[in-house]
């Protein structure tokens, strides 16, 4: 979606969304979505900068065991095997 939101000077968004075959709605939720995340969209942010900051302090060596490990030990409570929508 990015691509849309660049500016493509003589281009329409809604040209760019039909060459693209992308629905105007699905763009503009995608758009509202971004500007206005859900709870669970802030919790997941939040859960990826915590996973960040130990992959970081591991200078890069940790895997997603030893993350997981430290974010138990840390107290968050996640499920392992949480796939990545």
């Given at each position: 979606m990015?691509?849309?939101?660049e500016p493509h000077g003589r281009y329409a968004v809604a040209l760019l969304l039909r060459v693209l075959g992308i629905s105007e709605s699905t763009y503009y939720d995608w758009v509202r979505q971004a500007e206005q995340p859900c709870d669970r969209d802030e919790v997941d942010r939040g859960l990826l900068s915590n996973i960040r900051d130990i992959w970081t302090a591991s200078g890069g060596t940790y895997g997603a065991d030893?993350?997981?490990?430290?974010?138990?030990?840390?107290?968050?409570?996640?499920?392992?095997n949480a796939s990545s929508g």
């Open positions: 990015r691509f849309v939101d030893r993350v997981h490990q430290q974010l138990r030990r840390d107290g968050i409570g996640v499920g392992r």
